[in-house]
C-alpha cells in the first residue's frame, strides 16, 4: 500500500476497432472505494444504486463499495459506432478502519471541478487531497494525494513531502526524480518527508499518489478488499449464492468468481 492505495492499474493506450469497446461485466466489490481517471476515451458507469454516468479525459469517478456495491464499465454506444481511443488509470483505496463497511456510493466530479495547475510547460491536475496550494473537491475517506501531471519536456514541478507516503508513476514519456531516471509503468515509492523535484526528461504525464499510512493491514482477493479475511470469505459466499444486488441496465450479465485468483496481503 502507498497510502490508501492498495491497487492500480494503467490500462491503453489503445485503440478500439469499430463495433468494439470495453465489456467490463457486473461484478461486485467491498470495503474499497475505485477511483477511474481518463486520459483518452470514455466509459459508461452503471452500478446498483442506479448510477449510470460517462466519464471522459480529466474527470473523475469515485466509486464507494463500503459494504458491497455491483457495476460494470463499458465503452458507449457513440464510441463503438465509430472506434475510439482508450487510456487511463483506475486505482482502488483501502477504506481505513471504522469506515470499511460505510454505505456504498458514488461521485462523478467533472473536469472543469478539479484544480489545474498550469506554468508553461506544466499542467497539473489535482484530482484527489491537497497539492501545490489547492484541494480537489473528491470526498476523502482517508488523507489522500492523486494528481495527473502533463509536462513538456525540460520542465519541473516540485514534489510535496507532507503526504505520510507517496508514490510516482510514469505513465507515458520519460521523467527523473532528483536526477535519478525513472522506468516508465513502475511505481517509485518516495522517501517520506523529503522534498523532491521530478523532471521531464520528454514530453510526460506522470501520476502522484499516496496519504496517510494505514495502522492495520488489508487483505486483497480478487475483488475484494478488507482487513478481515472472514468479510472477504463472506463477499465470496454472497456473489456465489447471488446474495449482492443487481445493475439496472446491466442485468444479463455479471463475472464469476474466479476458481483461484491472485490474492495479496498489505
Excluded at 499542467?123 to 496550494?133: F, K, N, P, T, Y
Excluded at 522506468?183 to 499516496?210: F, I, K
Aim: hydrophobic share 40%; proline share 8%.
Amino acid at each position: 500500500m502507498v497510502g490508501p492505495f492498495i491497487f492500480v492499474d494503467q490500462f491503453g493506450p489503445d485503440h478500439f476497432d469499430i463495433g468494439k469497446g470495453m465489456d467490463v461485466r457486473p461484478h461486485p466489490h467491498i470495503n474499497l472505494a475505485t477511483v477511474t481517471y481518463l486520459f483518452e476515451g470514455a466509459i459508461d458507469h452503471r452500478d446498483s444504486l442506479g448510477t449510470f454516468a460517462t466519464i471522459r479525459p480529466g474527470a473523475l469517478n469515485l466509486m464507494t463499495a463500503g459494504r458491497g456495491i455491483v457495476h460494470s464499465e463499458r465503452t458507449p454506444l457513440p464510441e463503438r459506432s465509430t472506434g475510439s481511443p482508450i487510456s487511463g488509470m483506475q486505482t482502488w483505496l483501502a477504506l481505513p478502519d471504522g469506515k470499511e463497511e460505510i454505505d456504498p456510493a458514488f461521485e462523478h466530479v467533472s473536469k472543469e471541478n478539479l484544480p489545474l495547475i498550469e506554468t508553461d510547460n506544466v499542467s497539473a491536475r489535482v484530482i484527489m487531497g491537497s497539492l501545490w496550494g489547492v484541494t480537489a473537491p473528491t470526498t476523502q475517506h482517508a488523507e489522500t494525494i492523486y494528481a495527473d501531471i502533463l509536462m513538456n519536456a525540460g520542465a519541473t514541478i516540485p514534489i510535496d513531502a507532507d503526504a505520510d507516503e507517496r508514490a510516482i508513476l510514469v505513465a507515458l514519456g520519460s521523467a527523473s526524480l532528483n536526477g535519478e531516471a525513472l522506468e516508465r509503468h513502475s511505481l517509485y515509492v518516495l522517501q517520506p518527508g523529503q522534498a523532491m523535484t521530478l523532471r521531464a526528461d520528454s514530453d510526460c504525464r506522470v501520476m502522484l499518489l499516496g496519504g496517510e499510512d494505514f495502522a492495520t493491514p488489508r487483505h486483497v482477493w480478487w475483488n475484494f478488499v478488507s482487513s478481515s479475511r472472514d468479510r472477504i470469505n463472506q463477499a465470496k459466499s454472497d456473489w456465489k449464492a447471488g446474495n449482492f444486488p443487481l445493475v439496472p441496465g446491466d442485468e444479463n450479465e455479471s463475472i464469476p468468481i474466479p476458481e483461484i485468483p491472485l490474492t495479496r496481503s498489505a
